[in-house]
């Protein structure tokens, strides 16, 4: 079975980093290309970050351009997205998802802004 | 980026009722869009990828058609579980982007 299972969300202030990860299971990690989606409370989706299965191709929302590194560890199965300069803005359930077509979810991790 | 413009934000429905969904593209995206729906709580569900490929799994009442920059998700009979939020997302080219989301309702 598909298995996504993110982590590293918490409560941040203002102008801090995140780290978040997500441990993905029950296919062959680096056949594919994985992505980060966000849903701030309330708010509709947003696609947040994506990367090709052997890294050598990512790309960014522009909301999060210059702040946010996607990278993968394949022998590790793992995802992550590292979030610098946070803003309340980025106040969000952050979900990891597997290519083609986004398919397959993780359940999410929160991550707050707030001072 | 490429705009995703969707429509209605929400209508009222009954059990039975066809709906119709659109989304618009500010430029042509091919074939590359696909529709999800999320209930409260839970992590989107894929329903049509490649514009009109019905993903395993989900039922036949849900379609989807179009190319380019315009097109449509249908559900021939709308059944208690479709009351959720619908999205289209294209994935043609970075940064992918959704639509705003419709929020059918009873």
């Known amino acids: 079975e598909v298995q996504m299972v993110e982590s590293g969300g918490g409560l941040v202030q203002p102008g801090r980093s995140l780290r978040l990860s997500c441990a993905a299971s029950g296919f062959t990690f680096d056949d594919y290309a994985m992505h980060w989606v966000r849903q701030a409370p309330g708010k509709g989706l947003e696609w947040v970050s994506g990367?090709?299965?052997?890294?050598?191709?990512?790309g960014y929302a522009d909301s999060v351009k210059g702040r946010f590194t996607i990278s993968r560890d394949n022998a590790r199965n793992s995802l992550y997205l590292q979030m610098n300069s946070l803003t309340t803005e980025d106040t969000a359930l952050y979900y990891c998802?597997?290519?083609?077509?986004?398919?397959?979810w993780g359940q999410g991790t929160l991550v707050t802004v707030s001072s | 980026a490429i705009q995703m413009t969707q429509s209605p934000s929400s209508l009222s429905a009954s059990v039975g009722d066809r709906v119709t969904i659109t989304c618009r593209a500010s430029?042509?995206?091919?074939?590359?869009l696909g529709w999800y729906h999320q209930k409260p709580g839970k992590a989107p569900k894929l329903l049509i990828y490649a514009a009109s490929n019905l993903q395993s799994g989900v039922p036949s009442r849900f379609s989807g058609s179009g190319s380019g920059t315009d097109f449509t998700l249908t559900i021939s009979s709308l059944q208690p579980e479709d009351f959720a939020t619908y999205y289209c997302l294209q994935d043609y080219n970075y940064p992918w982007t959704f639509g705003q989301g419709t929020k059918v309702e009873i």
């Open positions: 998802t597997k290519a083609p077509n986004l398919a397959n």
């Open positions: 990367i090709s299965w052997n890294s050598g191709s990512t």
């Open positions: 430029q042509d995206i091919r074939n590359n």
